[in-house]
């Protein structure tokens, strides 16, 4: 019998219709990024979106639905992420930020909610973050099956990795 880790790999990868679920079996944590296309059958998961794909700042979330007896968790991230760029991603937000209602704030301060908040979550190595990143979970729920993923924003195929 496959894993739900499995199930969402098949459902994806291989467009198997999706059959009928009558509650969630799995916990899928991804970025934010709205090219990720998961196709994922309803009732199937709780998705869990977050900036790099990044546990540590949704482990209230995750607690939350581990505590409600899921077992399975699927890490993914993704080709092409901002969050692996940094002098790219704090120019966009710099310049995203200047062009709100938040222009009143000074280059300071905008700096050191970059340094505080952001960059924290970013990372160079993809594959590194996303398996460290397992590692940690695993560690934090070791009878959860926690597998680590990446979903190609070209191709929109999702593959395990380590």
């Known amino acids: ?24 079996e799995l916990l899928v944590i991804t970025c934010i990024d709205y090219r990720i ?54 120019a966009s937000f710099s310049e995203g930020y200047h062009s709100t209602d938040l222009q009143d704030k000074d280059s300071g301060d905008i700096n050191e909610y970059f340094n505080d908040k952001i960059l924290p979550s970013m990372f160079q190595d993809l594959n590194k973050n996303l398996t460290d990143n397992r590692d940690y979970l695993q560690s934090m729920y070791p009878e959860v099956d926690v597998r680590a993923m990446i979903y190609d924003v070209d191709s929109h195929d999702l593959s395990l990795i380590g």
Do not use: W
């Not at 880790?5 to 969630?24: A, F, G, R, V």
């Not at 209230?60 to 991603?89: D, R, W, Y």
């Open 1 to 24: 019998m496959p894993t739900p880790n499995q199930k969402l790999l098949e459902h994806h990868n291989k467009s198997i219709p999706p059959q009928s679920y009558d509650s969630p």
């Open 37 to 90: 296309d998961l196709q994922v059958p309803k009732k199937f998961a709780f998705i869990v979106r977050t900036a790099g794909a990044d546990p540590r700042i949704v482990e209230s979330n995750i607690a939350f639905v581990i505590s409600s007896g899921i077992k399975s968790v699927a890490l993914i991230g993704h080709t092409k992420c901002a969050m692996s760029n940094e002098p790219q991603t704090r």
